[in-house]
């Protein structure tokens, strides 16, 4: 199958797409077909020219670390966990995260991520457990920060956002995830939280939930939202 | 004001960070990427601790036995006491920072059963203990980054330390970013890099772990130990792009192995070792199942007599693992395991405190060599990982630092010549493929069973690798660090190899046909060091590394 990759060679180069005739076996994903074409003496391109090998992070390998997340076939995903036999049409094309800055090939900075959530003091500090008289919404509260702290910080829900742009005003989906997070976790934080979550993601999220058809983790967005809002109805 | 470098970003780093930063250390921690990225997030099973609502007959004692029980007497115990009777207060620690522990109606963790322990004493998170352990950290991490006492910096890497005369000064970091490499000095350092995983290509942990730092040190004169000692994890899945891990508890759940012989199942582990044969320790149904690989056949666990509604509550990420990467129905047909490398005993010697044989350079995490002997009890990794921080960091807080700077400006300028003139070359010989190769050597010649003859065979491969690798040019299809970090590699995989035939015995992970019985000659730990190119190998009779 023919396999196309925008490919660039560090931040000041531009981008350009490169073509690979892969053989693909069955049960192979994304991460599968970069090693495939990486792991020859010579990196062949369909035309028969010799090539570097393309630059892609990896580190679990099993989707439970978001370093390989990048765009296959037009849809923000990891490539470690996409099956090729998922993947409609001819040819499998696959390019960087386009929302975050390329430093090689599919490899991308997601540093934004890192400094946004320090930015708006994204700490939990100390945990202060609260006791619900009803045991079963306890047990769905922890149910819920347990989903939550289980972001990667992958970049899939910003890439995919419609609000999301560069990360200068809007922060997206990981950080309100992490707003309901600590604002649940220490509740004595939870006005300043909930105040730069409205700020941050609150105004401006347009609701089209595209965050959490794609995060691998499949974290209830809408959820953290919807606690979140509630805290806040409460506290005004 | 005191300034630490810690060199990794997983658990055994983050912990160390923060606990330093508690006391005003300054911290920089250097990794080239976040902490969500690091192979403790792969660590599912738990964390051992006996709390005070602990199990009937189970106690500290208890834990610290069975821990150096497990790692077949070699641990040191004074070591081993101090990890277990600091578990409650770390466990105490971890929900403090908000870590979302799987919890009874009261809110106290709950625990499960894990091999070679005599009692339930595995607090978890879910099937992602390690990932919720790291996600508490760095919003820990963070809290004191916004007061301008931890500062993380991306895109850097770890290329060498500043050493003087048994000292250690700081450390020589490339930045991606700028293609450069700085000076960064500092009071003490903390290496947290991991264990060696790539000196077996793709194991069940993160391709980040490399052993570069390990094999550095070593060739900058830092001791290592007990590099024989690999924990191979007996039920590994293949798939396309690595094997993957098949959690213990498929057998704790009464999985069977068997394979196949004239078409009729052979259920060999349960004929050889009675009806709990399938839950020998993790060395021995290693080697078992190596036995039937070799003589040419397949080995399978068979869950499903559990039914399609018992695996989904019980083992529900192993039956969506295997159908989401092999299209396996686990509760229609069985599992296709094999053995494959999981853990590494050995590594960075360390004294109680964590220093190495440098001073002022400390190690932590899977990449120091202390508590777990010749094999590791499940659930003491994650325990050593947040231990050994809190050691590190203590020492540091509570040691005096002398004023005297050493000036590296000369070294920092010198490596960035040898960088550049790496990078004017081009080479046709791929430094992937050399790694690739080194993969191979190791898997081929230090597997599950070892002899003399394997063993030497690796050193010449090793020896010849080593040997091309000084004239090997630029691979400019790949990282930089990926460029000058092979000589290295290189080195830690000789060296591994050098103490596994120095070891004429069998002893936990280590299985040497040749030598298939333990002897008390070889009771002690290993220590290698590598005096000006010599690599000299003893045992640790005095204990000077508490082994």
Redesign the interface.
Known sequence: MKVKILRQDNQNTAPYWESFDVDL?K???I??VL?NI??N?D?IDDKGNKT??I?W??????G????CAMVINGVPALA??T?VRDLKGKEITIRPLQKFPV??DLIV???I??EN??KM???????K?V?DKK?KK?EKE?EH??EA??????GLCLEVCPNYVDGKSFFGALFANDCY??SS??QTRSNEIIQSYEEHFGKTCSKAFSCMEVCPMHIPTLASMAKINRQGFHRS | MKEALVIGGGISGLCCAVKLAEAGVRVKIIAPYPSERSQSVMAAGGINGVLCRHDQGDSVDCHIEDTIKGGSYIAGREAVSGLCRHAEEIIEYLKKIGTVFTVDSEGAPLKRAFGGQSYKRTCFCGASSGKQIVSALVMEVRRFEVLGLIERQLWTFFHSALIRDGKCYGALIYNEKVGKIEAKYADAVVMATGGQNALFGKTTGSTQCDGYAAGQLFLQGVKLKNLEFIQYHPTTLETGQKRMLISEAVRGEGGRLFYIENSKRIYFMEEKYGPKGNLMTRDLVSREIDKVSRAGKEVFLDISFLGEKEIRRRIFEVSDLCMKYRGIDISKEPIPVAPSVHFFMGGLAVHLNHETNIRNLFAVGECASIYHGANRLGGNSLLAAMYSGMVAAKEIISRDFDEKKVDFSSEEAKENMVLQRMRDTKSQFPVMYIRDMLADTMSQNLGIVRNEESLKKGLTDLDYYLSICDRLSFDSSVSMYTNYSLKAILTLAKATLLCALHRNESRGAHFRSDYPDSNEAFAYATIIANDEGQFNIGMDKEHIYES
Do not use: F, P, W
């Not at chain 1, 439970?64 to 370093?67: D, F, L, S």
């Not at chain 1, 003091?121 to 945990?127: K, R, S």
């Open positions: 076996a049960d192979m994903t991460a599968g090693d990486n792991y003496d990196v570097s090998r630059g992070e990896c580190s679990c390998l099993q439970m670390c978001g370093a470690c966990e099956m430093i090689h900075d997601r540093t991520i890192h959530l320090k003091n994204m700490y939990i500090g100390e945990y457990s006791q045991l306890q922890h920060q347990y702290a289980k972001c990667l910080k992958c997070l600590v976790r220490n």
